[in-house]
C-alpha cells in the first residue's frame, strides 16, 4: 500500500539559509500533520492542514510557514536556519473528519543545520 | 496544555518474556494510538483504538482503551529481538476536522537473546 512520502530524506544547510521540506500524503488522505522530533524526544506538533487549509498550531516559530497545496501535498518552508532547528521532520497523513482514521507517519526528513 | 505521561522510560528484558508498558494523560483522548519507532525511521502505526473500554490485539500486541479515557496500554507477548525499538502512545483529541495528535514520552526497549 502506498505510504507518505517525504523529499528529501537528508538535508544539511548552514545557519541562516532557507530550506523547504515537502509531503506527499496517502492518496485520498486530505489532511496533512507536521512534527518535529529532536534527538531523543518526543515527536512535537508543528502545524497541521485539512483540505487546504491550515486548522492546528503547535509549537511552530514564526521563521517556519507551510502550506498545503491543491493535489494535497505539503511542504514545510524553513528560514532564517538555526542550529537548533536540526532535527528529524516528520509528515503525517489521514482522513480529516473520519473518525476511524488514524495518522500514518512518512520516514522523515533528517535535517542538519552547520 | 495536554500532555500523556509514559511509562516505564526503559525497559531490558530477555527475549520471550512478556512486556507492558502505559499511558496516562490529565485530559480525555478519543482515540489511543500505538507507534513504534526504529531510529531515524518515522512512527509505524501498530494498534488504533477508537472505544473506551476497548480492547484490541494485533499479532503478539494487545492494547486497550481505558474506560475513562484517560490513559491505555500496551502488552507485546513473547518478546522477540526484532521488538527492539522506542514505542509511542499518542492521543488523538477531536478539535475541528484536523484532530491534533498528542505523542508520549516514549518506552525505549532492548530485548537481549
Known amino acids: 500500500a502506498a505510504g507518505v512520502i517525504q523529499s528529501p530524506r537528508h538535508l544539511i544547510k548552514e545557519k541562516r539559509e532557507t530550506a523547504t521540506l515537502k509531503c506527499y500524503p496517502i492518496?485520498?488522505?486530505?489532511?496533512v500533520y507536521w512534527y518535529q522530533q529532536g534527538p531523543g524526544q518526543d515527536p512535537q506538533f508543528l502545524i497541521s492542514f485539512y483540505e487546504k487549509m491550515q486548522s492546528d498550531k503547535g509549537s511552530i516559530p514564526d521563521r517556519f510557514s507551510a502550506q498545503q497545496f491543491s493535489d494535497y501535498h505539503s511542504e514545510l518552508n524553513m528560514s532564517s536556519l538555526e542550529l537548533g532547528d536540526s532535527a528529524l521532520y516528520f509528515c503525517?497523513?489521514?482522513?480529516?473528519?473520519?473518525?476511524?482514521?488514524?495518522?500514518?507517519f512518512g520516514n522523515g526528513t533528517r535535517l542538519t543545520v552547520t | 496544555g495536554q500532555q500523556l505521561n509514559q511509562s516505564p522510560q526503559s525497559m531490558f528484558i530477555q527475549e520471550g518474556e512478556d512486556v507492558s508498558m502505559n499511558c496516562t494523560s490529565s485530559?480525555?483522548?478519543?482515540?489511543w494510538l500505538w507507534y513504534k519507532q526504529d531510529p531515524g525511521e518515522g512512527p509505524v502505526l501498530l494498534i488504533a483504538?477508537?472505544?473506551?473500554?476497548e480492547l484490541t490485539s494485533n499479532g503478539r500486541l494487545t492494547a486497550q482503551f481505558g474506560i475513562t479515557r484517560k490513559d491505555s496500554f500496551l502488552n507485546i507477548s513473547a518478546s522477540i529481538p526484532s521488538d527492539v525499538g522506542i514505542y509511542f502512545c499518542?492521543?488523538?483529541?477531536?478539535?475541528?476536522?484536523?484532530?491534533?495528535?498528542?505523542f508520549g514520552t516514549g518506552t525505549l526497549l532492548a530485548v537481549q537473546p
Open positions: 499518542a492521543g488523538l483529541a477531536y478539535g475541528g476536522a484536523t484532530n491534533k495528535l498528542i
Open positions: 492518496p485520498r488522505h486530505d489532511t
Open positions: 503525517a497523513s489521514r482522513v480529516g473528519g473520519q473518525r476511524n482514521s488514524p495518522l500514518h
Open positions: 483504538l477508537y472505544k473506551a473500554g
Open positions: 485530559s480525555i483522548f478519543n482515540t
